[in-house]
């Protein structure tokens, strides 16, 4: 049984750690990495290769599902390549020297529908590996990234958005990236907040944080900022594309209703927190973040409610009686957790 956490900074060291990619799955998504770009590299189908998404940024969250690998072909291949035609088949370049190096242990998921990536299984992980072709621009930040599906040759600075985010991450001593999987968590709390997606997510709290603060104060910060910001144009962290271009009317008005709700319970728990009620800020964070936050102890006994009720107190919005006169009242908890 787990201890219960002594206070709501070790609660939420508690909960990133529960939410953060196992080490161990981290060295093999790395390794594998390091081992498929060999293979590509031997073949003269890569000039070099990088980590993208949000296992480059260190933004993801557990269970590690996919490692996207841009894969920038050799300079000389542009001529054939670099066409319509070659943005919809030069991934099939890369099949025959993979399947020469791992046979029957990997295989091509058919029914992968990332248009821009070539997807492969392995039967010793439980994770994919995407691999996206590129050509360089000569511009340091940006890449032509092959779109399988719409046969294109697609600008893209991710090289960019990785270092922002890396100095973000830097200028808040090493916090930023655990308190994006820390907000990402929240949206996955609430089927209300399906289809805002994780990049999104991450660019609302790159605006939301942008200097060294507690989780709990990061946490809370975010989820108020998104509450009015998803109204209108969402930038990704460099400032180049607009995420919320294709977002509807709709979409915008039932994400800012559950986010303020969201911000609501997290600035709860920290007035609550700031009256010395930690065990009732620690279970309204838990209804908050999900199964993957601390519990507070459980129970309340009928003396103390009693007690806290007659000292002026309130319930907060998990229903926990609270001698505090901060609590939220009565209000129905946001669902605990849900299926990943």
């Known amino acids: 049984m787990t201890a219960?956490?002594?206070?709501?900074?070790?609660?939420?060291?508690?909960?990133?750690?529960?939410?953060?990619?196992?080490?161990?799955?981290?060295?093999?998504?790395?390794?594998?990495?390091?081992?498929?770009?060999?293979?590509?590299?031997?073949?003269?189908?890569?000039?070099?290769?990088?980590?993208?998404?949000?296992?480059?940024r260190k933004t993801m969250r557990k269970p590690l599902k996919d490692v996207d690998i841009v894969v920038v072909l050799p300079a000389e291949m542009e001529p054939r390549w670099r066409t319509a035609s070659g943005a919809r088949t030069v991934h099939e370049l890369f099949k025959e020297p993979l399947r020469r190096r791992y046979g029957a242990k990997m295989s091509f998921d058919q029914t992968a529908q990332a248009g821009k990536a070539l997807q492969l299984c392995f039967d010793d992980v439980d994770f994919t590996i995407d691999l996206v072709a590129a050509f360089d621009t000569g511009d340091p930040n940006w890449v032509d990234i092959a779109n399988r599906h719409e046969g294109l040759w697609e600008p893209s600075?991710?090289?960019?958005?990785?270092?922002?985010?890396?100095?973000?991450?830097?200028?808040?001593?090493?916090?930023?990236?655990?308190?994006?999987?820390?907000?990402?968590?929240?949206?996955?709390?609430?089927?209300?907040?399906?289809?805002?997606?994780?990049?999104?997510?991450?660019?609302?709290?790159?605006?939301?944080?942008?200097?060294?603060?507690?989780?709990?104060?990061?946490?809370?910060?975010?989820?108020?900022?998104?509450?009015?910001?998803?109204?209108?144009?969402?930038?990704?962290?460099?400032?180049?594309?607009?995420?919320?271009?294709?977002?509807?009317?709709?979409?915008?008005?039932?994400?800012?209703?559950?986010?303020?709700?969201?911000?609501?319970?997290?600035?709860?728990?920290?007035?609550?927190?700031?009256?010395?009620?930690?065990t009732d800020a620690i279970a309204t964070w838990s209804a908050l973040l999900g199964e993957d936050f601390p519990d507070a102890p459980a129970g309340q006994s009928a003396a103390d409610m009693i007690a806290a009720m007659a000292s002026g107190g309130t319930v907060t919005s998990t229903g926990r009686v609270t001698s505090s006169v901060h609590g939220a009242g009565g209000g129905r908890p946001v669902r605990a957790w849900r299926t990943r």
């Open 4 to 56: 219960a956490p002594k206070s709501v900074a070790s609660a939420f060291e508690t909960f990133n750690s529960n939410i953060s990619l196992n080490p161990a799955d981290r060295a093999r998504a790395e390794h594998r990495h390091r081992d498929v770009a060999s293979v590509l590299a031997d073949a003269r189908l890569a000039a070099s290769t990088f980590l993208q998404g949000s296992f480059a």
């Open 157 to 278: 600075n991710i090289r960019q958005l990785v270092r922002v985010v890396a100095e973000r991450n830097q200028a808040t001593d090493g916090r930023f990236i655990h308190q994006v999987r820390m907000v990402k968590e929240a949206v996955a709390q609430d089927d209300r907040l399906d289809g805002l997606c994780g990049l999104a997510t991450e660019s609302l709290t790159y605006a939301a944080v942008t200097q060294k603060m507690p989780h709990l104060r990061a946490v809370a910060a975010t989820l108020r900022y998104a509450a009015t910001a998803v109204a209108g144009q969402v930038l990704d962290p460099t400032g180049v594309d607009d995420l919320s271009a294709k977002w509807t009317p709709q979409q915008r008005a039932a994400w800012a209703y559950a986010l303020d709700v969201a911000a609501r319970r997290a600035e709860e728990a920290l007035r609550l927190e700031r009256d010395g009620q930690f």
